[in-house]
């Protein structure tokens, strides 16, 4: 089945740049769409950014000036940079697949930003 | 882009049918039937209950149903079930090819 898992630091201090990458187990990634969403505590979900295999990327317009997503298929992976992170940051954050719908998520993984 | 609206809070009794709606634009819900529906329980992930305005995925209770109207898009469950308390989250695709989601509705079951 479908699996994908969020990875990196838990605590990045503002400023600095949030990198989490997301490894998808059970299907290639050679195919369909890619995103990453948040979800700050209490809060609900925002879209952040979604890339095909290909390399076709979009961006949350209120978030594109910092951020960039990329994929390497040949670790069945994709990434999210998010630069000059504020405490507005803080979030849950999860990789996705669109496919119908955004269909299979990962578990997320808080990222907090604080010095 | 702005948030699509959706109410705070709904409740209902268990048995009762509720509906939730999801309030767009013609550049949103309105202009295409790309409209989803997620479920999310405090601490965990969304599920996706409804894609493409009203079709289910494989697993989906057959409770859960979606429509759309103009710039609105619906969520109806019937015969509510106390499992069914959870928040929910409408999500449009747009005329940028962005997403966008509502700002979520929390479900109560009396």
């Known amino acids: 089945q479908v699996q994908l898992q969020e990875s990196g630091p838990g605590l990045v201090k503002p400023s600095e740049t949030l990198s989490l990458t997301c490894t998808v187990s059970?299907?290639?990634?050679?195919?369909?769409?890619w995103s990453w969403l948040r979800q700050p505590p209490g809060k609900g979900l925002e879209w952040i950014t979604y890339?095909?295999?290909?390399?076709?990327?979009n961006y949350n317009p209120s978030l594109k000036s910092r951020v960039t997503i990329s994929i390497d298929t040949s670790k069945n992976q994709f990434s999210l940079k998010l630069t000059s992170v504020t405490a507005a940051d803080t979030a849950v954050y999860y990789c996705?697949?669109?496919?119908?719908?955004?269909?299979?998520w990962g578990q997320g993984t808080l990222v907090t930003v604080s010095s | 882009q702005s948030a699509l609206t959706q109410p705070a809070s709904v409740s209902g009794s268990p048995g009762q049918s509720i509906t939730i709606s999801c309030t767009g634009t013609?550049?949103?819900?309105?202009?295409?039937?790309?409209v989803s529906w997620y479920q999310q329980y405090p601490g965990k992930a969304p599920k996706l209950m409804i894609f493409?305005?009203?079709k289910r995925p494989s697993g989906v209770s057959d409770r859960f149903s979606g429509s759309k109207s103009g710039n609105t898009a619906s969520l109806t469950i019937s015969g509510l079930q106390a499992e069914d308390e959870a928040d929910y989250y409408c999500?449009?695709?747009?005329?940028?090819?962005?997403?966008?989601f509502g700002g979520g509705t929390k479900l109560t079951a009396l």
């Open positions: 996705a697949r669109i496919y119908s719908g955004i269909d299979h």
């Open positions: 059970g299907v290639s990634i050679r195919s369909n769409y």
């Open positions: 890339i095909s295999y290909s390399g076709n990327t």
């Open positions: 013609s550049n949103d819900v309105g202009g295409y039937n790309y």
């Open positions: 493409d305005v009203s």
């Open positions: 999500a449009s695709h747009t005329s940028s090819s962005t997403v966008i």
